[in-house]
């Protein structure tokens, strides 16, 4: 059972930067695509950006730019940089293994809460 832990989280001023880390266990990680998803208040879970086993990276509209996702296969863990945050931004981040269409592969970790003041 593949266990996501993402961290990294915090309270940002519009403008600001935070950088979000997601640790896999197993050896999944090597040869998986992995996504960045977030949930804001109200809302649903929507996809923000994905990595591929090659560094291949893609970005939603809303945070190409601003955003930039990475991984470290020695450290089986994704990072997403997140620059000149707004709030809109705001939610609870997750990440996840990632399929076709971005359809997330595995249950979800309990995520990290980002929440950019205006």
């Known amino acids: 059972q593949v266990q996501l832990v993402e961290s990294g989280g915090g309270l940002v001023q519009a403008g600001g930067s935070l950088r979000l880390s997601c640790l896999v266990s197993?050896?999944?990680?090597?040869?998986?695509?992995m996504g960045w998803y977030r949930q804001a208040p109200g809302k649903q879970r929507e996809w923000v950006a994905g990595?591929?086993?090659?560094?291949?990276?893609n970005y939603a509209d809303s945070v190409k730019t601003r955003f930039t996702i990475s991984r470290d296969n020695a450290k089986n863990t994704a990072y997403l940089q997140m620059n000149s945050l707004k709030p809109e931004d705001t939610g609870v981040y997750y990440c996840?293994?990632?399929?076709?269409?971005?359809?997330?592969?595995?249950?979800w970790g309990q995520g990290t809460q980002v929440t950019v003041s205006s």
């Open positions: 996840n293994a990632e399929g076709s269409l971005h359809y997330p592969l595995n249950s």
């Open positions: 197993g050896r999944i990680f090597r040869a998986t695509t």
């Open positions: 990595i591929t086993r090659d560094s291949t990276t």
